[in-house]
C-alpha cells in the first residue's frame, strides 16, 4: 500500500509553497517522523516528515517548484520491507551534524561539488563555489542553514574573520554575476512593503530618548536577573512595556483600517522585527499587555535564535498589531520604518551613542538614542502620533512608571 505526502496547511492566508531541499531519493527507506524536504511558504520555512514506514516509491515535485497545499508531493510503498543492514540513510541519518564552536579548523583542501562535500558536510552551491575559491573544506565553517546546511554567508563570514575576505583580496576583474530566485518570504516582503507605501497615509515622528536610568537598572539587577530567570535583560523588554502603555493611552495606535471601518483592537500583539536566515520576519509576542520583563526576554531571545535557522512556525508571524524595529543593532542612527500592514504604526528603535545634552541648564554627556514612529494617517491625527512618542520616551526615561502606573 502506498502512502501519499501532501502539502499540509500552514495557515489560513497561504496557498501555496516552494518545494526546498529533498532530503532523500527515490528508493531510499524511511521512518515515520523522517524529515523528507524543507518547504518554504510566504511567511516561513518548514519541514514535512514522513507520514509512514517505507520506501520512498516516488518524488512527484522536485526542488525548486512551487506546489499548492495538498498537492500530493511524494508516495511512500508501506509495503516494502527495510533492507538488510539499514538499506540506505533514511532522512533523519542524512541532515548532519554543525560543526563544534570552536573546534579547530583543519588544514584547507579543495571543497568538494555543491550538495554533499567529502566531508559530509551539505553544502549550497554559492557556497561551494567560495569555498573553492579560497581552497577551504566546508567542516572548516560553521554553519547556520536549516539542517546544518552551509551558506554561502557563513563561508563569507568566515573569510572576513580570518582576514581573507574580499576586503583583503586584491581586485581580480570579475564580472561574473550569480543569478538567485526570489525566495517566497522575500516576494512576500517586498508585496507588503509595496502595499503600505500605496494603500497608507504614511508619516513619521521623531524623538530621542535618555537611556540612563534603564542602563543603570539593567547594570544593577543584570547579574540577577540572569541567574533568576535564564535570560539576559536587554533593553527591547523596556520598550515593549513602554509601547503596551502608550497603546493603552492611545488606542488609534493598535488600530487597523478594515473596508469602511476602524478596528480597534482591545489586546497588544506586539510584532518584533529580526533579521532572520532568508530576511527580516517579524514575529509575534501574543497579549504582551499580560507578559513579565523575563517572558518577554525569553520569547524574544527564542525569536532570534529560531529566525537563522528558519524554524518559526507560519502561525508565529501571522497578526500583530503593532511592530518594533530594532536598526540599532546593525549601527543604524534614524531610520524611517514601514508601516507593516494593516497595523497602524512602527516604532524604529535605533543605536545609542554618547552625545551632549542640556539638563537643569547643565551640559551633560548622556547614552542617547534617536527613535522614529511611522504611522497611518488615516487612522492615527499627528497629535496622537506625537505624544504616543513622547509618552514612551517618558516611560523609558523613567522606567518606574511602569511599576506605579503613572
Known amino acids: 500500500m502506498a502512502t501519499d505526502v501532501t502539502v499540509p496547511s500552514v495557515g489560513e492566508s497561504i496557498t501555496e509553497v516552494q518545494i526546498g531541499e529533498w532530503f532523500v531519493s527515490e528508493g531510499d527507506y524511511v521512518s515515520v517522523d523522517d524529515v523528507l524536504v524543507e518547504v518554504e511558504s510566504e511567511k516561513a520555512s518548514f519541514e514535512i516528515p514522513a507520514p509512514a514506514a517505507g520506501v520512498v516509491q516516488r518524488i512527484s515535485i522536485p526542488e525548486g517548484t512551487v506546489a499548492n497545499v495538498g498537492d500530493v508531493i511524494a508516495s511512500i510503498d508501506e509495503t516494502a520491507k527495510k533492507p538488510a543492514g539499514g538499506g540506505k540513510k533514511s532522512a533523519r541519518d542524512s541532515k548532519q551534524k554543525q560543526p563544534a564552536a570552536g573546534s579547530a579548523t583543519p588544514a584547507p583542501a579543495p571543497a568538494a561539488t555543491a550538495g554533499q562535500s567529502s566531508d559530509g558536510e551539505r553544502v549550497m552551491p554559492a557556497a561551494a563555489r567560495l569555498l573553492e575559491e579560497h581552497g577551504l573544506k566546508a567542516s572548516a565553517v560553521q554553519a547556520s542553514g536549516p539542517g546544518g546546511r552551509l551558506l554561502k554567508e557563513d563561508v563569507q563570514r568566515h573569510l572576513d574573520s580570518a582576514g581573507q575576505g574580499s576586503a583583503g583580496k586584491p581586485a581580480a576583474g570579475s564580472r561574473t554575476e550569480e543569478v538567485v530566485p526570489m525566495s517566497f518570504i522575500r516576494k512576500r516582503i517586498a508585496t507588503r512593503l509595496v502595499e503600505a507605501q500605496q494603500n497608507a497615509a504614511l508619516l513619521t515622528t521623531f524623538n530621542e530618548i535618555d537611556l540612563s536610568q534603564v542602563m543603570s537598572l539593567r547594570k544593577q539587577y543584570r547579574d540577577a536577573f540572569e541567574k533568576e530567570h535564564?535570560?539576559?535583560?536587554?533593553?527591547?523588554?523596556?520598550?515593549?512595556?513602554?509601547?503596551?502603555?502608550?497603546?493603552?493611552?492611545?488606542?488609534?495606535?493598535?488600530?487597523?483600517?478594515?473596508?469602511?471601518?476602524?478596528?480597534?483592537?482591545?489586546?497588544?500583539?506586539?510584532?518584533?522585527?529580526?533579521?532572520?536566515?532568508?530576511?527580516?520576519?517579524?514575529?509575534?509576542?501574543?497579549?504582551?499587555?499580560?507578559?513579565?520583563?523575563?517572558?518577554?526576554?525569553?520569547?524574544?531571545?527564542?525569536?532570534?535564535?529560531?529566525?537563522?535557522?528558519?524554524?518559526?512556525?507560519?502561525?508565529?508571524?501571522?497578526?500583530?498589531?503593532?511592530?518594533?524595529?530594532?536598526?540599532?543593532?546593525?549601527?543604524?542612527?534614524?531610520?524611517?520604518?514601514?508601516?507593516?500592514?494593516?497595523?497602524?504604526?512602527?516604532?524604529?528603535?535605533?543605536?545609542?551613542?554618547e552625545r551632549p545634552v542640556a539638563v537643569n541648564g547643565e551640559v551633560v554627556i548622556r547614552p542617547m538614542m534617536y527613535v522614529a514612529l511611522t504611522y497611518d494617517h488615516r487612522v492615527v491625527d499627528g497629535r496622537e502620533a506625537v505624544t504616543f512618542l513622547k509618552r514612551i520616551r517618558e516611560t523609558v526615561e523613567d522606567p518606574s512608571r511602569i511599576l506605579l502606573e503613572v
Open 230 to 353: 535564564g535570560v539576559k535583560l536587554g533593553f527591547m523588554s523596556f520598550f515593549v512595556k513602554a509601547v503596551v502603555d502608550a497603546l493603552q493611552l492611545y488606542p488609534a495606535l493598535n488600530a487597523e483600517v478594515r473596508g469602511n471601518d476602524i478596528v480597534y483592537h482591545q489586546y497588544c500583539d506586539i510584532g518584533i522585527a529580526v533579521g532572520g536566515g532568508k530576511g527580516l520576519v517579524v514575529p509575534v509576542l501574543r497579549n504582551a499587555e499580560f507578559l513579565s520583563f523575563s517572558e518577554i526576554e525569553k520569547s524574544i531571545n527564542d525569536f532570534g535564535r529560531r529566525a537563522q535557522t528558519n524554524d518559526l512556525k507560519p502561525d508565529e508571524l501571522q497578526g500583530g498589531t503593532f511592530t518594533i524595529s530594532n536598526g540599532g543593532v546593525y549601527g543604524s542612527l534614524m531610520s524611517t520604518p514601514i508601516v507593516n500592514p494593516p497595523q497602524s504604526g512602527v516604532l524604529g528603535m535605533h543605536a545609542i551613542q
